[in-house]
Every structure is written in C-alpha cells, then in structure tokens.
C-alpha cells in the first residue's frame, strides 16, 4: 500500500481508531510494521472516548467501566507507562422503591450481611453461586484468547484446538457441564431464578447480562453475557471492575500511544468516502494530508480485501447503511 502521493508506504491501513483498531496497529507496529490509523472524529477511541460534553466536564459518554481489557495486552504495550491507571469499583448500590436498599461491595463480610437483611437462604447461596461461576469462568476463560477453529476443516492445527476445547469440557464435573450448557443457552433471569429468592438481588446481578446489548433480561443467551461480564480482571484480581483515571478515553489515549511509540502513524478527521474499486482496498481522502490507497491488486479477491460497505462509506456504494449488529461488550472495555 502506498500514499498516493508516493511519499509514503505502508504495510497496513486501519480504517477507524477505536480501541480495538488501535490495539491492532499496535501490534503490527511492535512486529515492524509500517501502519497507519485514519479516524472520521476529532478523537480516538470509538466507544471508548471521554468527551467534554459540558464545558468544563468530562464524561466516559459510552464505555464506562474497565475490567474485560486482556491484561496480557495491559502488559504487552505497558499500558500504564502511557498513562493507564484504574481505580477499583468498590461495588454496586441498588435503591428499591420502598426506601430500602441493597449495597454489595468488595468486602465479603458486609456483602454477606447485607444481602441476609434481605435472604438468608440468598446469603447462603451467593456463596455457592460464586464458587459455580468460578469454575464457568475457568473453562471458559483459555477460550478468549483462541482463534475460533473451524469446525468444517481438515487441518490437524483446527482439530487440535477443537479437541482441546472438547477434552476441557470433558474434565468438567457433571454439576459444571449442567451448569455451562444452561449459561450458553439460558436468559440471565432464568439462570438467577434457579439460585435465588430476592428480586432485588436478582434484579442487580441481571443487569450484567444486559450491559452492551439490545437485549432484556429474559432474551435467551443473555446468561452468558453474565458470565462474561463475571469473569472481570484487573491486576490479577478476579471479578474486579474499575474506572480509568480521566474515563475511558483514557484507556484509548494510552493504547495510541503505545502504536505511536512503537512506529505507526495516526491521524483524526479524516472521512473514509470514495469510489470503491471491488479489487483495491479504498480510497481513502485525507484533505491536505493527501490520500492513502492500495497499489497491488489482490489475486482471486480475497474476502480480507474486499471493501466492506458500512456506515461511513454507504453512499460510495450508492446503499442506505444496514443497521448494526447487537454488540455485547458496548459498555465495558
């Protein structure tokens, strides 16, 4: 790929600067790669962002808690040499109508108590509820980091990773098979039902399997929402939530500077829209920066080439934008 003045070459071209685009030219970056970010807004991040809604106010105005970021990726670009720091959430505060209350927080003890105010048996069974998403965490947890193997092929590398997920679900005790099975398949009200009485506990724990999505409480496949929002680290402490110093942008802000240091280039305000030759990555008009484009055609069309035509380049492709699809992670990085 080269500029189109000429000037220029890169290896790669990521079009959109949110937090996962900005990961990934890390990445690239770190393993010698020329790359560049081009970014339609004034700032990075995408849903990741902290903006000055009101003057002299500073808000996380869609991602606003942090605990799902890899911390092999916290490490692999020493994120907080770049300015990332996270404050723990000491926990949760759910008012009731009748005046009442329930407040969990990180100390097991007063949570303990705190919900025996209102259940002694949910007491008794947030315990055993804890232990049982520990385990659903564990096997769960090796899997986020995979490629997804592709059930269909007859590579030995696919099959291998498909028995090493079979062989770990097969090491599962039967009670944690039944439990992974109706995680993967349940509604997160469904799931709670079966441990507690409390609709106010029930109806906080719930939210987890809701954040991020188009989705309500009783929508199949929103128990495993839960899990994954259960299995929170940060610094090695399980379950943990926190909130990054100057919000979520915050976290962008340190990830492009990690790019920026290991060599890739980024620029904002750039609007990706142009003609869309089917056998060339896109033209991508940078106003006075000039452009970028891809000189070499790809042989045989590969599907990692073909333009995508989403929200920011529909009218280049002469479509109406297609509504996008139900994300799980849109509140939490």
Request: aromatic share 8%; proline share 6%.
């Amino acid at each position: 790929m080269a500029a189109a003045n000429g000037n220029s070459k890169y290896d790669a071209i990521i079009i959109g600067g949110g937090h996962n685009g900005l990961t990934t030219a890390a990445y690239l970056a770190r393993a010698g790669k020329k790359v560049l970010v081009l970014e339609r807004r004034h700032v990075l991040g995408g849903a990741a962002v902290t903006e000055e809604v009101f003057p002299g106010f500073k808000f996380s105005v869609c991602s606003y808690v942090v605990s799902l970021l890899r911390p092999e990726i916290i490490r692999d670009l020493d994120l907080p040499r770049h300015g990332l720091e996270i404050l723990p959430l000491d926990g949760t505060f759910t008012p009731m109508p009748s005046g009442d209350y329930l407040w969990r927080v990180n100390d097991h003890g007063k949570t303990h108590r705190e919900i025996a105010r209102h259940s002694k048996v949910d007491a008794e069974a947030y315990d055993e509820f804890g232990k049982a998403m520990q385990a659903m965490c564990r096997f769960v947890k090796p899997i986020l980091s995979m490629v997804p193997p592709d059930p269909a092929t007859l590579n030995p590398k696919e099959l291998m990773k498909l028995l090493f997920i079979g062989r770990r679900f097969q090491g599962m005790t039967s009670g944690d098979k039944y439990n992974q099975v109706q995680l993967m398949t349940m509604s997160a009200i469904d799931f709670l039902d079966q441990w507690f009485e409390t609709d106010v506990l029930k109806a906080t724990m719930s939210a987890s399997g809701i954040i991020g999505t188009f989705l309500g409480v009783r929508s199949p496949g929103t128990a495993y929402v839960l899990l994954h929002h259960y299995m929170g680290e940060i610094d090695g402490a399980f379950r943990s939530w926190g909130f990054a110093r100057g919000g979520t942008g915050a976290i962008s802000n340190a990830i492009a500077g990690a790019a920026r240091e290991a060599g890739a280039e980024i620029i904002v305000k750039i609007d990706a829209d142009g003609q869309m030759d089917p056998s060339f990555i896109p033209v991508i008009p940078t106003g006075s920066a000039g452009a970028a484009r891809s000189r070499a055609r790809t042989p045989g069309r590969s599907r990692a080439a073909r333009p995508s035509c989403g929200r920011h380049a529909a009218r280049s492709c002469g479509r109406a934008p297609r509504r996008p699809r139900r994300s799980r992670a849109g509140s939490a990085v």
